[in-house]
């Protein structure tokens, strides 16, 4: 596809199959080049998951996503809303993208109720009983509503992230963006929060994960995305990529992870 | 013998939990505290017994100066001139007015009465965590008190209250309003210059920094005397301030850049992460700032917020340079009567003006130490 797109024009996409296009998207920091030419195309319900190196971008593309980072070139749009510097649009994606981080930035000022309805209160204008009746709806999801009333601080991490997966999805997103979501746990609570978004996945969510549970990517992902060093190296169906890898770089990655 | 002791290394099964035991009597109790705190070496056992010998030194005749040897009631200064070893309570009681007033007329003082008394309601009301309806007593305080007190203090015609120049003020309440004005405002003033300071705006930035470092930059006289004589320059003929406005103003502006200094520093102690969850979940900036950075950084700050509320309590004393009578301008003045003149009226002066800040400066600093133990439960990471 070689559409180049105005800025503020919607592309020429089916906006009903498509929620992420990312169309030659480079980034740098400073004179570092961490993104290069990436063009990837998620379509709505999705499971992307994202691997590679530490230090390849993958972090960095799926927080351009959400406009966390800044890109320089090329262009992302997402349900529709092509990313730029317009405060407005931005404002949009982020309500329609969740975000679950590897620290879970939960907001220890807050109970985990009030973590919760924060962004419906104030961002989407709900009433506040409304707003509590939603987010205990989604802790009950992710099985901890009877934690609602302590502060993050006395959870454990395990908890801490299916708090914040129920924290985004009290937005009610379109998308879910995971940025390693199991990279600071302790081994024992990995699984409760692979579950969660297991559960999320099979009742149709678009997730983009960035990940290194190999195990969760080959069950989950309808199709798995490698990065090394700021490129797109392979994108296979999970199947195909851990049996059949074709890229040189891909074998060598999968031979060190995977034992 | 090495052998065999990988031997009994080697595999091991626990057959009975070790029994959970109470601790050794020597680590718990009254001698065991005395041990451990006054004489853990000869050093501090040696430190110990100077430092009682000091206090029974000192504090006794300190006490006997101020309670037994003291004139409580005179009608003048010769009882006072025939103990001097004792402090003259009695002058005290007497300027007590004068002290708290100034010179504001003896009919309408009252209206200071109530002002103090509506005000010191207000801030019970607004401090206290389990206050019931607080927002309503934030309301008053921050809305209509103001304008209560402008005009009870000042006097309006339409209520028939006579009007009293802020050249007839003086005393505690002088000291007070200064205070309080000054609390109130820098706050809010020195967060904006922190957001300011940080700021990706170059113009923003430049000019918070620019404000910061000028002010933290001279002598809180200086500020004064610029409030005082370079404000009226900038306003156009006729709009010259209210000469009590002037060094509140000042007072404001001075201690703003403390503040945002302080709350700088906790800015920057928050993650970066919170911002990030922030932005994710769509927060503006405003949000952001109001709901999830703010809230933390400042109660991380709390014991240097204070402070610089302790500074400026005891700043007030300050703006007598520039012709305001404050308490402590007023205790000087009050040494000067003729009636009362003596060797021991400055010390016992002194010592009540001592008091005075004392209490209200211990206060805060109670009300911090609750609030950090209040803020700190449950929320620790």
């Not at chain 1, 998620?42 to 390849?56: T, Y």
């Not at chain 2, 206090?55 to 101020?66: D, G, N, S, T, Y």
Request: hydrophobic content about 50%; glycine content about 8%; overall charge neutral.
């Amino acid at each position: 596809m070689t559409v180049e797109p105005a800025p503020g024009v919607p592309l020429a996409f089916d906006p009903d199959s498509l929620a992420i296009a990312m169309i030659g998207v480079h980034k740098w920091y400073g004179a570092f080049h961490v993104l290069r030419n990436i063009n990837l195309d998620v379509r709505r319900g999705e499971r992307i998951v994202i691997c590679g190196p530490s230090g390849s971008g993958k972090s960095t593309l799926i927080r351009c996503i959400n406009r966390l980072e800044e890109h320089q070139q090329g262009s992302i749009v997402v349900d529709g809303v092509e990313l730029t510097a317009d405060l407005k649009r931005i404002d949009t994606v982020r309500r329609d993208v969740g975000m679950v981080f590897q620290q879970f930035n939960l907001f220890p000022h807050l109970t985990i109720l009030e973590n919760c309805t924060l962004a419906p209160i104030w961002v989407k204008k709900m009433p506040k009983r409304e707003a509590e009746e939603l987010a205990m709806r989604l802790l009950t999801r992710v099985k901890i509503p009877e934690q609602a009333g302590k502060y993050p601080g006395q959870l454990s991490g395990g908890q801490q992230q299916r708090v914040a997966i129920a924290r985004a999805l009290c937005m009610n997103p379109k998308i879910m963006l995971f940025d390693e979501p199991t990279s600071a746990l302790d081994p024992e609570m990995v699984k409760e929060v692979l579950d969660t978004m297991t559960g999320l996945a099979q009742d149709g969510m678009t997730m983009i994960v960035v990940t290194h549970e190999m195990g969760f990517a080959r069950e989950i992902a309808d199709r798995v995305v490698f990065m090394d060093n700021g490129e797109i190296v392979e994108i296979n169906a999970p199947k195909e990529f851990f049996e059949n890898p074709q890229h040189e770089r891909t074998k060598l990655f999968l031979s060190q992870i995977l034992h | 013998m090495t052998d065999a002791r990988l031997d009994v290394l080697a595999a091991y099964v626990r057959v009975a939990p070790e029994p959970i035991l109470p601790a050794p009597i020597f680590s718990r109790g009254v001698l065991a505290w005395t041990r451990a705190n006054l004489f853990s070496s000869w050093i501090s056992g040696a430190l110990t017994l100077v430092s009682l010998a000091l206090c029974l030194w000192l504090v006794p005749p300190l006490i006997a100066w101020a309670t037994i040897d003291a004139v409580w009631s005179a009608p003048d200064g010769a009882l006072c001139r025939a103990h001097q070893d004792g402090a003259c309570w009695a002058f005290i009681a007497q300027k007590m007015d004068y002290f708290r007033y100034g010179s504001y007329p003896q009919t309408e003082r009252w209206r200071v009465d109530l002002t103090e008394i509506v005000g010191a309601a207000l801030v019970v009301w607004l401090l206290w965590p389990r206050a019931p309806r607080r927002a309503i007593g934030a309301a008053l305080f921050f809305i209509a008190f103001p304008i209560l007190a402008f005009i009870l203090l000042r006097g309006s015609d339409w209520f028939d209250l006579p009007i009293v120049d802020t050249v007839l003020w003086g005393g505690i309440f002088v000291s007070l309003l200064t205070a309080l004005v000054g609390i109130v405002f820098s706050l809010p003033l020195g967060v904006l210059l922190a957001l300011g300071r940080r700021s990706h705006l170059p113009v923003v930035k430049l000019a918070s920094v620019i404000y910061i470092e000028f002010v933290r930059g001279v002598p809180f006289i200086t500020v004064l005397f610029m409030a005082n004589f370079m404000l009226p320059l900038f306003l156009p003929e006729g709009w010259a301030p209210d000469r009590l406005l002037r060094p509140l103003v000042g007072t404001v502006l001075f201690a703003a850049a403390y503040m945002a200094e302080e709350v700088r520093g906790g800015l920057q102690s928050i993650n970066k992460g919170q911002f990030e969850g922030a932005m994710a979940l769509g927060l503006n900036f405003w949000r952001m700032m109001g709901l999830v950075i703010l809230p933390q950084a400042l109660t991380l700050v709390i014991p240097g917020i204070v402070n610089t509320f302790i500074g400026l309590f005891k700043d007030t004393t300050l703006v007598s340079v520039v012709g305001l009578l404050d308490f402590l301008a007023t205790v000087e003045n009050a040494f000067k009567d003729t009636v009362w003149i003596g060797p021991t009226i400055a010390p016992t002066g002194y010592a009540f003006a001592a008091l005075f800040y004392f209490v209200f400066c211990f206060a805060m600093s109670r009300y911090q130490a609750y609030m950090e133990r209040r803020l700190g439960r449950g929320r620790r990471r």
